[in-house]
């Protein structure tokens, strides 16, 4: 008669699920930046608020924003990793992830 697997770790009230950084609300937009006397589109994503890239002109900025909006290519890994983005907002971290 096989015996009954039992749990080896012990759950605490208020704990997460084990799993991916999946962020629920991930969404792109574009923002207008002005650097000296040089104006920059940038594509920001929400809630990291790290900065994608940047684009001199609006129209390339925005295909980026719609098609990521529209396929949400990184939502399974909690947004694009910080090693393709120009800036990543190291302070967003999801609780119990190492530093």
């Known amino acids: 008669m096989p015996r009954k697997k039992t749990q080896k770790v012990k759950f605490h009230k208020g704990d997460k699920k084990p799993g991916g950084r999946e962020v ?6 574009t923002n207008l930046v002005k ?20 684009y001199f002109f609006e129209e ?12 949400k290519v990184w939502k399974n890994n909690g947004g ?16 119990n992830t190492p530093k």
């Open 24 to 29: 629920k609300g991930l969404s792109y937009h």
């Open 35 to 54: 650097r000296g006397r040089k104006m920059a589109w940038q594509v920001v994503e929400k809630p990291t608020n790290s900065i994608i890239n940047e």
């Open 60 to 71: 390339d900025a925005q295909k980026i924003a719609d098609f990521q909006n529209k396929h």
């Open 80 to 95: 694009v990793p910080p090693f393709l983005c120009l800036k990543y907002n190291p302070k967003w971290v999801l609780p």
